[in-house]
């Protein structure tokens, strides 16, 4: 697995206008017209900070029209020039590439496609990724995050873990449990768990050379990695589907919970701003205290897509 230096994962505002973007999920033209619109409102003192609230990759579209690299070194390039005006957040489509985990819905298989896209650009996109902070918070009170609350992170201390995160200590307490001696035994009984051979499984799915590449055992750290009980938080709040998976009054109780460890030692935190989840009119109020946004392709219609801009110093009224 490769180093990786971890960053703060909690980002705090005090000041500025900020536009929030939600799940592009590869579309190029989608993201450049935000982008563009960020700049044109920046160079008007009209916006601050540009938050991309993850799922940048992995499109539904075929291969040709799937644009997530592209996008990825543009916000490398943009970052270079923003600094810390840019904030994008991590997104359940881009933990996986960070562990070696195969990512699938139904039959569609999302990450072997960009693993094999990746090439002499790993060195750069996967440290980018491991440096993703998981939430904003404001002194407006309006927090930012990638998908929501979950069950997991509301009992006490589990906020504390997920705020203080390391993907670099993850992996490393993974790779100890897996003696280099014992990896070939190792190996056999992924394969036979998996049903597949495991050198077919690191060329297909991690776009791995052969058995000297110094990738050919990430599989196996990252099935031990996502074990370990901080990555098993870290997956319920990326994953997480709200009140489609609690039900509303249920969700509502983590959705408080979320806010208040939020807010603490910092400004009070009333309302959660996500995308993740699919939006009919391209906006919904959840809970009571959640707004979610869908910027690309999960509003519906297509056309309700729509981002949002706020003042992070001013009170929200909600």
Excluded at 80 to 85: K, S, V
Excluded at 190 to 196: H, Q, T, V
Excluded at 230 to 256: K, P
């Amino acid at each position: 697995m490769a180093q990786f230096d971890d960053s703060p994962r909690v980002v705090g505002l005090e000041a500025g206008v900020a536009m929030v973007v939600t799940d592009l999920h590869g579309d190029w033209d989608a993201y450049r017209r935000y982008r563009d619109r960020f700049l044109t409102l920046q160079a008007r003192g009209q916006a601050d900070y540009l938050i991309l609230t993850g799922d940048l990759i992995h499109s539904d579209r075929p291969p040709q029209e799937d644009r997530s690299l592209d996008i990825l070194l543009d916000v490398l390039a943009l970052r270079a020039t923003l600094g810390d005006r840019l904030i994008y957040l991590l997104g359940n489509h881009e933990l996986p590439h960070l562990y070696g985990i195969t990512l699938q819905k139904g039959d569609r298989l999302y990450t072997p496609r960009f693993e094999a896209a990746l090439g002499e650009h790993r060195a750069s996109i996967l440290p980018l990724f491991a440096s993703l902070p998981f939430y904003v918070r404001t002194r407006a009170g309006v927090a930012i995050c990638h998908a929501g609350a979950a069950a997991e992170m509301s009992v006490p201390g589990a906020a504390a873990r997920v705020f203080g995160y390391s993907h670099q200590h993850v992996l490393d307490t993974a790779a100890a449990a897996l003696p280099v001696k014992q990896r070939p035994s190792l190996r056999a009984g992924f394969s036979k768990l998996s049903g597949e051979r495991y050198d077919d499984m690191a060329r297909d799915y991690l776009a791995v050379s052969g058995p000297d590449d110094p990738r050919y055992d990430d599989l196996l750290i990252g099935f031990v990695a996502s074990t370990h009980p901080d990555f098993e938080l870290l997956w319920a709040a990326l994953f997480t589907r709200n009140e489609q998976q609690y039900g509303e009054g249920e969700y509502a109780v983590f959705l408080d919970a979320l806010l208040r460890d939020l807010s603490a030692a910092f400004h009070g935190q009333e309302v959660l701003v996500t995308g993740h989840v699919p939006c009919q009119g391209g906006y919904a109020l959840v809970a009571g205290r959640q707004l979610r946004l869908a910027s690309g392709a999960h509003a519906h219609p297509r056309q309700a897509r729509c981002y949002l801009r706020f003042d992070v110093e001013k009170p929200v009224q909600w």
